[in-house]
């Protein structure tokens, strides 16, 4: 008879608490939400490949690799043993708890073809300039072709032409797996097929190494001093000196490079130094939202040109830039063309200028900068309670997350609830004795669907 009317006081009290206004709880997700985004902030995305466990990206990543588990509260892992994440899922992973060495990297400089491939991927796109490079992304120019990357530890990397490289940093400093062509690097330990480059840690050290057509590398060290291993050997190449690594036989004996100026130096230390930026006024700019590429919302940019009585508008020139300045314009074209580039664009923000082409041929005035961002992931999804496996004794509990993306409909176990204005969402449900799979479908603005299950 208790147990009855136990039972009968949860479902009244559930009434009423499925009952009662929303706002009721908005302020108490309104501060796990700012709890979240203030501890969190940030979130970088790592792609899983075949051998990776969560201890092992942990160790890779964290500054503290004991702390793995609390990745658990940003990633819905399909499966009980988080050693067994399944290849092909992106986890998040908070960015000020990734060592500063493994952070994000930046395409400072690109002169013609350039093309990066993702970790893990097999595809090979075009790089954009200020694009974010990460762990194990592969980099790669053609022909007369080469770029300049910045690492988060603020060493500046040059890659000549016809080169391929692997960015892999390291805890303390920068490594580089340089499979074709040739670098100009100063802190970079690098690898080839026949040898490992060390640079001194104390000082300066500007250094340049080549792969020869017969595989073997080569070796010229403008500044400091470096260590070459190879063939069981270590050995210290000095400043203006050279060396050469031919497959499993230790460096040749140095030998001296030629004299070079005093100028020419200074302009090889120049392409390792970061250019002096010019402090300019930038104006507001205005954000007209977040889209996968064929999905751009061209109408509203369309609606900033300037029309003219007596004219008609027959196309739209379009200028895209990586930057508010306009100073690196990537794209300046016909609206047409520019929609089917940007679909091979990497994401990222983006900035328009757009201006009407006339029925006279005349260009008009350049309307006032937008930006775009560029996003093909799924929507962020945070599944803040219950947390998985966890064991519950109460017969009713909370089911709280949080969306980072706009029109996003969220149902849990069947129900759509509510999503406020901060992206948070709650449901209490009924949990039976025993296991239970939690479901909880998330709906972008497309229509297209994604689960995820929490088990309890």
Avoid at 132 to 138: P, R, T, W
Avoid at 181 to 194: D, H, M
Avoid at 235 to 256: C, S, V
Avoid at 326 to 333: A, E, P, Q, S, Y
């Amino acid at each position: 008879m208790v147990n009855r009317e136990l039972q009968m006081i949860k479902i009244v009290l559930l009434f009423t608490i499925c009952h009662l206004p929303f706002a009721l709880f908005s302020q108490e997700r309104e501060v796990e939400g700012e709890k979240y985004i203030e501890g969190v902030g940030k979130l970088q995305v790592i792609r899983v490949i075949p051998g990776d466990t969560l201890h092992g990206i942990a160790r890779i990543y964290l500054k503290d690799p004991s702390r793995w588990p609390e990745l658990l509260e940003y990633n819905t892992i399909p499966t009980k043993d988080p050693d067994l994440i399944l290849p092909g899922m992106k986890l998040l992973v908070p960015v000020r708890e990734i060592k500063e060495s493994m952070r994000a990297a930046k395409l400072i400089e690109k002169r013609n073809i350039v093309k990066y491939r993702r970790r893990g991927e097999a595809k090979w796109y075009d790089a954009v300039l200020n694009m974010e490079l990460f762990y194990e992304d592969a980099v790669r120019t053609l022909s007369e072709s080469k770029c300049r990357v910045r690492f988060a530890t603020g060493e500046i990397l040059r890659i000549g032409e016809n080169s391929l490289i692997i960015l892999r940093p390291e805890e303390i400093r920068q490594e580089i797996k340089l499979l074709k062509g040739e670098i100009l690097a100063s802190k970079a330990r690098v690898l080839t097929e026949s040898a490992i480059i060390e640079p001194e840690k104390k000082g300066k050290t500007i250094f340049e190494a080549r792969i020869k057509e017969d595989r073997a590398t080569e070796v010229n060290v403008w500044k400091g001093e470096i260590d070459v291993k190879a063939g069981g050997r270590t050995l210290r190449i000095k400043e203006g000196f050279a060396t050469r690594i031919e497959l499993d036989a230790p460096p040749l004996k140095p030998w001296k490079l030629p004299e070079i100026s005093k100028e020419k130096l200074k302009e090889i230390e120049m392409e390792l130094t970061l250019p002096p930026t010019t402090q300019l006024k930038i104006q507001k700019v205005e954000s007209i939202g977040r889209f996968k590429p064929e999905e751009i919302d061209w109408q509203s940019i369309r609606k900033k040109v300037e029309r003219r009585k007596n004219k008609k508008i027959v196309d739209y020139r379009v200028k895209i830039s990586v930057n508010k300045t306009f100073t690196n314009i990537i794209l300046d074209d016909n609206i047409q063309v520019v929609k089917k580039k940007l679909k091979n664009f990497p994401d990222g923000i983006y900035y328009v200028r757009i201006a009407p082409i006339y029925n006279d041929g005349e260009i008009g005035k350049y309307s006032k900068i937008q930006s775009f961002t560029i996003d093909r992931r799924p929507p962020k999804v945070v599944i803040l309670k219950p947390k998985q496996g966890e064991k519950i004794e109460e017969e009713f509990i909370s089911v709280k997350g949080k969306v980072f993306d706009k029109d996003i409909r969220v149902e849990v176990d069947g129900v759509e609830v509510i999503v406020d204005k901060d992206g948070n969402f709650q449901r209490i449900i009924f949990v039976p004795e025993g296991r239970h799979l939690i479901k909880i479908k998330i709906i972008d603005r497309n229509g297209k669907e994604f689960y995820f299950t929490r088990e309890i």
